[in-house]
């Protein structure tokens, strides 16, 4: 039976595959409907440029990177209030398709001072697309992130965590995974959400995902327990110090030149 036990093999391997990449249910699971849209403020105009804060020294203290993967979403304002409360910054992956419904939410991102990634046109499987099709998904997504806030995204993730070495080597910005899966996407649940973070460590790039209700619910106790040992919060470009464009960053240790 070496067919079957390679099937079983195959088939095993694949779905802790999809468990480890975590990277939230189908673009068809998505939310639908967002609140009214926030009023434009001063200063948030699309010529303006990044607010681009220093942010703390990741060498001399605790550090984290808080990353929002499949928004803007629903919850993603208020998200960005219980974030300015613990004056926190977070790295946010987005798909194209919903930035380009809501601009005014990317842009508010923005402004705020968080950092902006692409997270492909319509959250796509980018190891499953052919070359042209991959970088299509990306420079839409591209595009439109570029258009409401005026500012390219400086990083990148890919749908699933997955993606072929060419299109990785081919990107000109940081590919970005994540060393922290909290499996709010799994879990629906702000306790089991909270629970996860206690795994987080100094230098920890940490999966989340803001089209969640109980993702939101549980950030303003994680951010009081990681504020209260000491941690401050930074994107993933602050943490990292200088990520390499067509390289995967897990944490904020610079990896491998193999990488
Ligand atoms: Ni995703």
């Not at 939230?24 to 990044?50: M, N, R, V, Y």
């Not at 419904?101 to 997270?119: C, M, Q, S, T, Y």
């Not at 994680?222 to 960053?249: C, M, N, R």
Request: hydrophobic share 35%; charged share 20%; aromatic share 6%.
């Amino acid at each position: 039976m070496v067919f079957r036990s390679n099937v079983l093999r195959t088939l095993g391997a694949s779905a802790l595959l999809l468990l480890l990449a975590g990277c939230s249910a189908p673009l068809s699971a998505h939310w639908q409907g967002f609140p009214p849209a926030p009023q434009a403020k001063p200063g948030t105009a699309e010529t303006d440029s990044a607010p681009a804060p220093a942010g703390p020294d990741c060498a001399e203290v605790k550090c984290v990177a808080l990353t929002f993967d499949d928004g803007p979403g629903p919850y993603t304002e208020s998200l960005l209030d219980v974030l300015d409360e613990h004056d926190a910054k977070a790295t946010f992956f987005l798909i194209g398709i919903d930035v380009a419904k809501h601009p005014d939410i990317v842009r508010d991102e923005f402004a705020r001072g968080h950092e902006l990634g692409n997270h492909t046109w319509s959250h796509q499987d980018l190891a499953k697309l052919s070359p042209d099709a991959g970088q299509r998904e990306l420079r839409k997504a591209n595009d439109a992130i570029k258009e409401a806030t005026g500012a390219a995204p400086t990083v990148m993730r890919p749908p699933y965590g997955t993606i072929t070495e060419s299109l990785k080597k081919s990107q000109p910005v940081p590919v970005v995974m994540w060393s922290d899966d909290t499996l709010d996407w799994k879990t629906r649940n702000a306790k089991k959400t909270i629970k996860a973070a206690e795994n987080i460590e100094p230098g920890s790039i940490v999966l989340m995902h803001d089209i969640h209700k109980s993702t939101i619910d549980a950030m303003p106790k994680i951010l009081t327990d990681l504020e209260s040992q000491g941690y401050h919060f930074v994107t993933v470009s602050q943490l990292v110090g200088s990520p390499k464009p067509g390289v995967a960053h897990k944490t904020g240790q610079q990896p491998a030149a193999t990488n």
